[in-house]
């Protein structure tokens, strides 16, 4: 594998420049928001929740390589975007499991494997059907699922971070649309809506973090 492999995906990169993409670079400023915001609000109300700390820290690793990758835009810098994504999706499920869905223990953690584990078989399923016709934004449907089933199942046992759960899963919709037409849109809007992807993507970040904060305070630490 060539690490150093220049990655042009994007309708607003037009070379190999380093601030070829400046509105997608420089939107990843709302994930560090999105990060700092709720840590903030959290220390505030003297509270020290390690699991909270690690999601706000995995949130600010998202802008951090989601940057580097809009502005090497090289093959290592597509793993340093990708793999922050991926670790906060399974944290924020344990998370989710553990202080919203009040399972206990190793319980949290089967559901969460077993969560995650459909996804990754409905990205595979979605991927063999749909292959790269959707702008790569193919392998995001199944967070989307589980975003948008959290909040039908919340709002079944009457928890009350439902709303914000689904409040979250419509902003993630919307940037999954921004993410998907950037190409198809190119040729009238020069600079694309990938930007748009990450100024939502950081909105929905800010929530989730908002409603454990809120919604999941150490309910249960063992």
């Known amino acids: 594998m060539e690490w150093r492999a220049a990655i042009d995906a994007y309708c607003e990169r037009t070379g190999p420049e380093f601030w070829s993409e400046p509105l997608n670079a420089a939107s990843n400023l709302a994930f560090i928001l999105a990060a700092i915001l709720p840590y903030i ?21 998202v802008g951090v390589g989601s940057f580097l990758f809009h502005t090497f835009a090289e093959r290592w810098a597509a793993v340093a975007d990708t793999v922050p994504i991926l670790l906060f999706i399974i944290v924020f499920l344990y998370a989710a499991m553990k202080r919203l869905f009040g399972l206990l223990g190793k319980w949290a953690v089967i559901a969460t494997v077993i969560a995650f584990g459909l996804s990754l078989f409905a990205r595979n399923i979605g991927l063999s059907i749909a292959g790269r016709s959707l702008n790569g934004s193919e392998g995001y449907f199944p967070a989307l699922a589980l975003l948008g089933g959290s909040a039908l199942f919340l709002g079944l046992l009457g928890k009350a971070a439902a709303r914000p759960i689904a409040i ?15 190409a198809g849109i190119c040729p009238y809007i020069p600079v694309g809506s990938h930007f748009i992807w990450h100024l939502l993507n950081g909105a929905m970040i800010a929530v989730l973090l908002s409603t454990l904060l809120h919604h999941g305070r150490r309910q249960d630490q063992s």
């Open 41 to 61: 609000a959290m220390r505030r109300r003297g509270w020290n929740d390690p699991l909270l700390s690690a999601l706000c820290g995995i949130a600010f690793c």
């Open 168 to 182: 979250a899963t419509v902003i993630f919709a919307a940037s999954l649309t921004a993410r998907t037409v950037d």
